[in-house]
């Protein structure tokens, strides 16, 4: 990989929308170029010939037109048509300008399994580009009926020996058959005709299903998409970086979005290629080695104060130019602002400066905030759900967000710290927010957990970083337009003697969440705890779970005016989890 910016180009197939706007959008997000997939080109009423002035006078290179599908492993009496209908298709290729045409590996059931049948098919077709001055890329889809793997349709390609006739390589249709990038070793890259790059969760279900409604942008995955695009490039592709992204998200969400994402998720592609090839140079700079949970701001409410005392907060001092109040219970910080108009996040992720750079580079949002001179560096990035993340030094350093404020009163000997926040965010948006958390962030997600709840479900996934103690729940509710919540929804604070601190909450007057006799009963059923250990957590209403040796106990107020819930536990021995068995009971208490 050299320093040169590789061209980024995106299937319209990955829109929503009719096909002259997603070009518009394609456009203004500043892709380089476009595939042009055949059932938009069918369904809009501009000429091949007008797309491609259309494109040009946007700037866009159209790089590919697809897919012409079932052309190869054809029975010989089937051949003639499929000789027709793809010369027609060629031709439209070349009105367009389209250099490159996709060829899919055939899914009928009546496929004939005879590569060297298929091969000379495809020479056959190659004539035909050939004569166009065309190339086609054949490409095994996962779901091919006799070709289903990249190294079953190289095998094809080079049988066939024609100069028209490459290998198109789908990182999705490649990685999702089990194959990595050795599946290419040994192909040439000016043999590779085009390369499409897709990510998808690790799931276990139909790989049609799969590829059709769960593929996303690289880094929203869990996919190696980066090492088979390593390997292409190494091989010598010189053609574009291409997104084929097929989903439900996708077609339901708004083009300019989508847009949007799909360059920010190419741009970090080539940053993590640049950070495998030592002469290459950075898109932008790393994301944080260590990031640690700093504090959660509020607006300020005419509850909130209020709220923040009965918990066990002490103002502890006062923004130096801003109306922002600093509350401490222990080593657990919350800022109440006078200016903020929903919760907001601080974390420590140094250096300062490095983060917000790489934010710009990625094309994540900023707050746009006032500073006055003196004031720390204190960026702050807005997540695709909404929550302003600002991004702090550590302790004592220049940039330390703690430099704001006047000396602070001594904290008293309370919480040991923010343990955990829980942001919901609509299905449509998950994708962005786990590209937000893992590639400016660095994080990484946990394993998909999904609850019941009274009216539909709750789709969970944590994220932590390899250093550090952020950690970050991101929740998608499915349980209807009117009862989804959006943003902060729990905020969990750790303490080391939970029984304590809920007498001491309760003696105050903080409402907690009432639970169920009946999920006592079921505790005691599955643990065998001490008697006085299971009337203590009955009588206080204290959820309990047990992995190893580590336990956890927990306890929550219900949804406050803030918009939100607080949870309060203490981890013993080790435990690392979320207490996910207790999570339907909580989600029910809220519910009623």
């Known amino acids: 990989m050299t320093d040169a910016r590789l061209r980024r180009s995106i299937a319209t197939v990955s829109l929503s929308g009719l096909l002259a706007a997603k070009l518009d959008t394609i456009a203004a997000a500043g892709f380089d170029g476009v595939e042009i997939f055949d059932n938009d080109l069918i369904a809009s009423p501009l000429t ?35 000789v027709r209908r793809v010369a027609r298709k060629l031709d439209v290729a070349a009105a367009l300008g389209a250099p490159v045409v996709l060829l899919c590996s055939n899914v009928q059931p009546d496929a004939v399994d005879d590569p ?24 095994a889809l996962a779901w091919g009926r006799h070709v ?15 100069p028209a006739v490459t290998l198109a390589v789908d990182t999705f249709h490649l990685l999702s058959r089990g194959d990595d990038a050795r599946a290419l070793d040994g192909v040439p890259g000016d043999r590779i005709g085009f390369l499409q790059v897709a990510d998808a969760p690790l799931l276990d279900m139909d790989v049609l299903e799969w590829s059709r409604h769960h593929r996303c942008f690289p880094g929203q995955g869990t996919m190696d998409v980066t090492g088979v695009v390593e390997a292409v490039l190494a091989a010598g592709y010189d053609g574009p970086l291409s997104l084929e992204v097929f989903s439900d998200v996708v077609r339901e969400s708004p083009a300019a979005a989508t847009a949007r994402d799909g360059l920010r998720s190419l741009v970090h592609l080539e940053d993590d290629l640049a950070r495998r090839d030592p002469a290459a140079v950075p898109v932008a700079p790393p994301a944080p080695a260590r990031a640690d949970a700093a504090f959660l701001e509020l607006p300020a409410d005419p509850t909130t ?3 923040l005392d009965r918990l066990g907060f002490t103002l502890a001092g006062w923004h ?87 000396p602070a009163t001594d904290a008293n000997d309370g919480w040991t710290g923010i343990d955990h926040v829980g942001v919901a965010v609509p299905g449509h948006t998950l994708n962005e927010e786990v590209a937000f958390l893992r590639t400016l962030l660095g994080l990484e997600p946990a394993t998909l957990e999904e609850f019941i709840d009274p009216h539909g479900r709750v789709r969970s996934r944590a994220f932590r970083p390899a250093s550090g103690d952020l950690r970050l729940v ?5 349980v209807g337009a009117r009862r989804a919540p959006s943003g902060v929804v729990q905020v969990a604070f750790r303490c080391t003697d939970l029984l304590a601190e809920i007498r001491r909450l309760r003696a105050v007057g903080v409402p907690l969440m009432p639970v169920t006799a009946n999920y006592y009963a079921d505790l005691d059923a599955r643990f065998d705890l001490e008697p006085a250990l299971l009337a203590d957590l009955r009588a206080h209403d204290v959820l309990y779970d047990r992995s190893g040796d580590g336990e956890l106990l927990h306890a929550y107020t219900p949804v406050l005016p803030q918009g939100f819930c607080v949870e309060l536990l203490e981890r013993r021995g080790g435990y690392d989890g979320y207490g996910a068995a207790n999570t339907h009971v909580r989600l029910a208490a809220q519910a009623s």
């Open 474 to 478: 991101v929740n998608v509710p499915d």
């Open 48 to 82: 091949p010939s007008e797309v491609a002035k259309r494109c040009a006078d946007l700037g866009l290179r159209i790089e590919l037109f697809q897919p012409v599908r079932d052309v190869e492993g054809v029975r010989p009496d089937d051949f003639p048509a499929v």
């Open 148 to 162: 289903d793997r990249v190294g079953q349709a190289w095998d094809i390609v080079r049988h066939a020996d024609h």
């Open 305 to 307: 104060d209020d709220l």
């Open 320 to 406: 130096r130019h801003k109306p922002v109040a600093r509350w401490r219970n222990g080593s657990a910080e919350v800022l109440v602002n006078a200016a903020a108009t929903g919760p907001a996040l601080g974390i420590v992720a140094s250096p300062v400066a490095q983060v917000a750079e790489r934010a710009r580079a990625l094309h994540w949002p900023s707050v746009d905030v006032t500073r006055t001179t003196g004031d720390t560096r204190l960026p702050g990035i807005v997540s695709p759900a909404g929550v302003p993340v600002f991004v702090s030094a550590a302790h004592d350093e220049a940039d330390d967000w703690r430099r704001d404020f006047g």
């Open 116 to 139: 060297d049948l298929s091969a000379a098919q495809l020479a056959r077709l190659g004539d035909l580009a050939a004569e166009r001055g065309l190339v086609l890329a054949f490409e």
